[in-house]
């Protein structure tokens, strides 16, 4: 969340587009929110985050394992507890949050399947707060 070090702006991109040309039109890095969100969606006052797995922490990820520094862990715990409250001030506020993990889309199909059902999610949803991938972690 935000421009902190290790944001993958590849995937974060990846989304963008992916949106784009599904017909959604949005605003990045809106500073006025909670969070700077990668995506704002303001037709649907939905904003999205898309989250590396590494420096925000995914619990019980593949691609996350605890570094042993504890420079590094502090760093990490302290990024989880930002996007924490940040999701929880956005909540407040009456927005609709969406996390997207790295994990999500690491694939190709991945790609394909997780903007069909993001899309879905931002038209029909009815979750404050949506979280992918929504299954269980696979390891
Ligand atoms: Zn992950």
């Known amino acids: 969340m935000g421009n902190i070090h290790g944001k993958d702006t590849r995937i974060e991109n990846l989304v963008r587009k992916g949106l784009f040309s599904l017909g959604f039109r949005y605003r990045k890095n809106d500073k006025r929110y909670p969070g700077t969100p990668d995506i704002f969606l303001p037709n649907y006052k939905t904003v999205i985050f898309v989250n590396g797995c590494f420096w925000h922490g995914h619990e019980g990820c593949h691609l996350f394992h605890l570094p042993d520094k504890e420079y590094w862990k502090d760093k990490i715990a302290e990024n989880r507890r930002r996007d924490e409250r940040n999701v929880s001030k956005l909540l ?9 993990w790295e994990c999500a889309i690491r694939k190709k199909d991945d790609y ?8 879905d999610e931002i038209r029909k949803g009815k979750n404050k707060l949506v979280v992918f991938p929504d299954d269980e972690l696979k390891i």
């Open 92 to 100: 407040d506020q009456g927005f609709r949050v969406i996390i997207i």
């Open 112 to 119: 394909v399947s997780l903007m069909l059902s993001l899309a």
